[in-house]
Structure formats: C-alpha cells, structure tokens
C-alpha cells in the first residue's frame, strides 16, 4: 500500500527565516505523481505544485522550491524568506491510480506557523 | 466559474440521524471524489466516480453511500450518523479526460469543505 509520511507535525519560525518541510513517501509503483497542497486558516486546499516520478528536477516558483528525491523517496519543501502569510498547514500527497480516477493519498500534514 | 461547491458548509446532527452532503462542479471534470479530514490524519478517501454512472469505495467507505447525480453532481450520504463521523468533508474533481492516459497527471480541484458535527 501506498503511504506518505509527514513527520513534522508543527513548525513555527520567525519570519523571513527559510523553512523546509518534509516528505518521505513509500509505493510500489515506477510511475505516480507527487503533489503538495496548502490549507490556510480559512479552510481550502490550495494546489502548489505536482511532480512526476521521472522527473527529479528541483522546481522553483518564487520563494517556493521543492526537492525531489527518489533514492530518499522523499519530496520536501522549502519556503525561502518565509511571510506570515505562509502560515497554514501544508500536505504531500501521492497519487494511486485506480479504477481509471486517481486516487490521492496525503501525508499526516505540517501545520506551518510564522511569526512576525 | 465556481469551480467544487459543496453545500452545507456546516450541519450539527445527532447519533442516528441521516444527511447528505451535496457537492457540485462547473468545470466539465469527468472524476470526483468525498474525502474526510480529521485532526492528526490528514484526508483520507472515502468514496470516488472515475466517470458519470460508476463509484468505488475509497479507504474508509463504512458507514458513507454515494450517488453520481449527473457528471456534475456527486453527493455523499450518511444514513445513520455517528460521533465518529465528525470532520471536515471535501468533495473534489478530476478532469480526466479520455486524452489523459495516465489518470495521475490530472490536478484535483477541491470544494471549500462542509464541517459536520456529530452528537
């Protein structure tokens, strides 16, 4: 079965500090997607970014870069010159494919706090 | 476009009452999915529709039936609620279009969630 693990329940950091959040992952497929999603105080998932597993290129997007790593089977987070607007749980997820849909399945979440 | 809406955004029940919680997309996305959120466990699947007409039970479908109204409807029904059953439940979608080979490519849009309280 397919699993991710988010080992850091909480971080709180001091803003403008850099900060990475963690993601091991275990599956048994050669071919799935990664994806981080981000859950503000108001509620929504946000997508961030989705990654294929033939694809370890390091992604940027602004202060936002992900590392992906397949002989660690791990896929972290770094938020560079963290804002207080960064504040909010975020969670990896793995895609199973299934029965033709694709089924998601997310990691235990990082609740991000950023203070001023 | 409204993207998933989900209705109610909140509902108070007691052990044993029954409810369904509507979900809907305006984006033409052939997949959906109800997933529940509970402190500490991250979301976890409760049912999905690969396409209009068909459904399958996720990793915690016990105690949850689903109907796929339509290819923009996807509604989940607690028969007889219990305490267990309170969480945040988010319904999302899929395009997943006859183009997409591998149904992992797709992104999944999700609703705003419905907050369900189970006395």
């Known amino acids: 079965a397919q699993k991710v693990t988010q080992a850091q329940t909480e971080i709180s950091v001091v803003e403008k500090e850099d900060v990475t959040l963690d993601c091991v992952y275990e599956?048994?497929?050669?071919?799935?997607?990664l994806f981080w999603y981000k859950q503000p105080p108001s509620g929504e998932l946000v997508f961030l970014i989705r990654?294929?597993?033939?694809?370890?290129q390091n992604e940027i997007s602004g202060r936002y870069s992900w590392n992906f790593q397949k002989s660690t089977s791990s896929f972290n987070f770094t938020i560079t010159a963290s804002q207080v607007v960064d504040s909010a749980v975020y969670f990896c997820?793995?895609?199973?494919?299934?029965?033709?849909?694709?089924?998601?399945?997310f990691g235990q979440g990082t609740r991000l706090t950023i203070n001023p | 476009n409204a993207g998933v809406t989900q209705t109610p955004k909140f509902q108070v029940l007691k052990t044993g009452q029954s409810m369904t919680l509507q979900c809907a997309q305006d984006m033409n996305h052939n997949s959906m999915y109800w997933y529940r959120q509970d402190p500490g466990m991250g979301l976890r699947l409760i049912y999905y529709s690969a396409s209009e007409g068909t459904t399958d039970k996720g990793e915690v479908p016990n105690g949850y039936n689903v109907s796929r109204l339509n290819k923009r409807e996807f509604s989940l029904r607690l028969e007889s609620a219990a305490p267990s059953q309170t969480s945040v439940y988010f319904c999302?979608?899929?395009?997943?279009?006859?183009?997409?080979?591998?149904?992992?490519?797709?992104?999944?849009?999700f609703g705003p969630g419905t907050r369900l309280t189970v006395l």
């Open positions: 999302a979608s899929t395009l997943l279009s006859a183009l997409a080979l591998i149904p992992s490519t797709d992104t999944q849009y």
């Open positions: 599956t048994r497929d050669t071919t799935y997607y």
């Open positions: 990654r294929n597993s033939f694809d370890e």
């Open positions: 997820a793995l895609s199973e494919d299934g029965q033709g849909a694709q089924k998601l399945v």
